[in-house]
């Protein structure tokens, strides 16, 4: 999933990521809260038809941008108070309000409101910060339950341009995924427990006992050593359901997004390729180029000779150079481009490999 953090996939329009063919997005909670407000996009439709994007949407609860306010906000068992980061602007956000504002943005799966556990944390802080997952995620679920027939959508919404009629419609056979849309929304349950197998296992069978369509392992890639978050994702990923989908927040690189999809993982978000491209880190099939290097200023060669996207076959590295050097705009524009397809075509020949029998642990 690429990360469209206020609706928006930095610099890529809803059109080329189509072309592209992303099939889903993640949107950020705890900005769209603050910006442009839950209140205006619930009234556009929600946030497909507010950001003219028929294809699947997933937001996270927000808990994880509001968990790295670390001086801006405190943790009580009814819910976190925070300060805003554009205008120290006081809230509250509670699992229940965590629900209301992704029911409002109206986005295809959602997320439970969890505390992502700091790293290093001992023993009686992970088991103390895993339990009250669980009891926000029972509150999570309870909510939801009651009010998910409150999605700002139905089954045909119109364009999002009021002057066209064109409907969009949100119905199974529409469907890229091949799940079939119920007439509301999914909400996964997310497993913590910080950097101990035990606890994980027992949250796992905890969250799933509470019973969700799909499960996240949270509360990774937050500081610990890559070989510890592997481990963690293997040991927990053996008591997740099999037959629901399996998604692992905030991960990766292009190694450990093919390994962990080959381990069985079914959905990852991360802000990497994007990140990474603004900066002008590009990931190739012969490893990664930063683009900014002098080296490339007159090397008339495709930026991946391998790569069959529109960046690599029109520009040169040279020329790529030349816009991130000069800061154009349209340096960020292509290097994000090439990045996503890098991304999404790992993903396609992990696809690939499954379907040629190489089943998935
Ligand atoms: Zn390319």
């Known amino acids: 999933m690429p990360v469209g953090t206020l609706g928006s996939v930095k610099g890529v329009s809803q059109d080329v990521l189509e072309e592209l063919g992303v099939e889903i997005l993640l ?4 900005h769209l809260f603050l910006r442009p407000g839950v209140e205006t996009v619930r009234r556009m439709g929600g946030l497909h038809r507010f950001m ?3 294809r699947a949407i997933l937001t996270d609860s927000g808990g994880f941008q509001v968990f790295s306010l670390n001086d801006l906000r405190k943790v009580t068992e009814e819910g976190v108070a925070f300060r805003s980061h554009l205008d120290g602007s006081p809230h509250f956000l509670t699992p229940e309000k965590a629900m209301e504002i992704q029911i409002g943005l109206g986005a295809d799966i959602i997320m439970a409101f969890d505390e992502c556990t700091e790293y290093p944390a001992d023993a009686a802080r ?3 910060s895993m339990e009250l997952t669980l009891r926000w995620a029972a509150r999570c679920r309870n909510y939801f339950d009651e009010h998910k027939g409150e999605v700002p959508w139905s089954s045909c919404q119109p364009s999002a341009v009021s002057r066209q009629g064109k409907q969009v419609p949100r119905s199974a056979q529409d469907d890229n995924l091949g799940v079939a849309h119920a007439q509301t929304q999914s909400l996964f349950g997310i497993v913590q427990g910080g950097m101990d197998a035990g606890l994980r296992r027992e949250s796992a069978l905890r969250t799933i006992d509470l019973g969700f369509p799909g499960y996240a392992i949270g509360g990774l890639s937050v500081g610990e050593p890559r070989e510890v978050t592997r481990d963690i994702v293997l040991s927990t990923l053996e008591h997740l ?3 629901q989908p399996r998604y692992l927040m905030g991960v990766g690189t292009p190694e450990e997004i093919a390994q962990y999809a080959r381990a069985g993982v079914d959905m990852m978000d991360c802000v990497l390729p994007t990140r990474a491209a603004r900066h002008g880190l590009l990931f190739t099939s012969e490893g990664k180029v930063s683009i900014k290097q002098a080296r490339y200023a007159q090397d008339e060669s495709a930026l991946d000779p391998a790569c069959e996207c529109r960046v690599c076959l029109r520009y040169s590295r040279a020329y790529l150079r030349h816009l991130y050097a ?3 705009l349209l340096a960020q524009v292509l290097n994000t481009v090439h990045n ?3 991304y999404l075509a790992t993903m396609r020949a992990v696809r690939a ?3 040629a029998g190489h089943a998935a642990s």
């Open 353 to 355: 490999w499954i379907r």
């Open 52 to 54: 003219s994007w028929d």
């Open 27 to 30: 949107s950020n909670t705890y």
């Open 340 to 342: 996503l397809h890098f």
């Open 326 to 328: 000069s800061n154009e």
């Open 126 to 128: 992970a088991r103390d």
């Open 241 to 243: 359901p099999s037959d």
